[in-house]
């Protein structure tokens, strides 16, 4: 057997998956940064947040049923297992969706997207007062750069609102998103060794489903649904398909052929996308604190990640 060639064929077998991953990592990123765009185009056809949120949810269900189908389904779950899946499921997917739609009604995409960024800063902080972890103060440092680039950027949503309380409402909604999202990261801690990540991921999507379209049905007229403009149904069906099943897949993809870290990274563009198509679709003002801002979130998030990991 020609070792050589052996070598170069593996050499180029991982050329191929570094640069696969490296796509899927891209499209996901990119899906997921299109979801505040759409929310906020949907909301210029006078439709609330439970409307369009329950459309998106209506849209991705079928392909989460899939994917728990292909996961193993309810096979072998023990009910604490289904305990933490109903917790977290509507900790993480619904409640941090619902708020996070609320906040687009009153802040930019952009600020939305900034904040929603730092819930690797809040996992810190959780994991600092329930789990009693220590990280040293370098990576405090850090976190606190993220902050600051939040608070900048806010200070240009809150020069450009009409109503400054307006622009504190939907900074804590967002943050409160951040906030639900960051506790459902670290109770899946929890189960996914038991459930497995993807597994986990479709079941705990399903509950919210089923929580979004109750919370529409006691929230709203229910046929208020089937009487909509077409543009509505046209960017309900954007985001289940483009900015919730295909970003969650390729995500998947893309950490089983470059692993966490890098995915990660690829993700920060995701930021970077938000920016420039609020800018070029909303017609959302693109200021200097706007890109400061984002720039200090960016820095700051990478640099308590690494940190931490360098402990």
Known sequence: MDVSASTAGGERYFAF?????????LLAAIGFSIKAILIKSGYRYGVG???LLSLRMLFAAPFFLLLARQSGGAANLERRDWTWILALGLLGYYL????????LLTISAALERMTLFLYPTLVLLLSTLFLKKRYPL???GAVLLSYLGVALAFAHDLAESTLAADAWKGLGWVLASTFTYALYLIGTGEVVGRIGATRMAALGTLVACIAVLVHFTVTEPVASILHLPWQVYAVGLAMGVFSTALPVWCLSQAIRLLGAGRTASVGTLGLVLTLL??????GEALSLEQVAGAALVVLGVTLANRQKGSR
């Open 17 to 25: 998956a570094k640069h696969k991953g490296m796509l899927f990592a």
């Open 49 to 51: 947040a439970e409307t």
């Open 96 to 103: 941090s969706s619902l708020f996070d739609f609320f906040s």
């Open 138 to 140: 370098h990576v405090w």
């Open 277 to 282: 198509m609020s800018w070029g679709f909303l």
